[in-house]
């Protein structure tokens, strides 16, 4: 197989308190990447074979992603802006057609409403700060 595709990829932010249900966040138009990126320890002493640096792997952080969408559901955006100013941590889980998942912790760090122009969509933007390390589970698990 030459590769999966990601039309059909949804976001769902997991319910909390007394909310009733998860929210499959609807008309998403892009799901940025989710990177680690691991920190280095500097372990160098003034005896390191041949005058070289030497390290150790230090923490990750999973840094943040950025999602975008029309807005059509404005009762939704809305409930998601308050998220954003209710500063919680949510969990979410990022899922493919195909059955891949990738759960994890995180909060809205930034949201936006996109320009209004003549010819355009009413759009939004957020930001989704990762905490902690995101779970992988590949399709057919």
Do not use: C, W
Request: charged share 20%; hydrophobic share 35%.
């Amino acid at each position: 197989m030459a590769g999966t595709r990601t039309m059909g990829t949804t976001l769902t932010m997991k319910k909390a308190g007394d909310e009733q249900a998860d929210t499959v966040i609807a008309h998403l138009t892009s799901i940025g990447e989710v990177n680690g990126e691991r920190e280095e320890i500097d372990v160098t002493t003034l005896d390191s074979p041949n005058g070289a640096k030497e390290f150790i792997a230090g923490v990750v952080d999973f840094g943040s992603f950025d999602i975008a969408g029309n807005i059509i559901d404005g009762v939704q955006v809305s409930a998601l802006y308050d998220v954003f100013n209710g500063q919680q941590n949510r969990d979410f889980v990022i899922e493919t057609p195909s059955g891949t998942k990738l759960a994890l912790n995180g909060y809205f760090s930034a949201f936006g409403f996109g320009e209004k122009t003549t010819d355009g969509l009413d759009t939004f933007k957020a930001t989704v700060r990762v905490s902690g390390a995101p779970e992988y589970t590949p399709a057919n698990v």
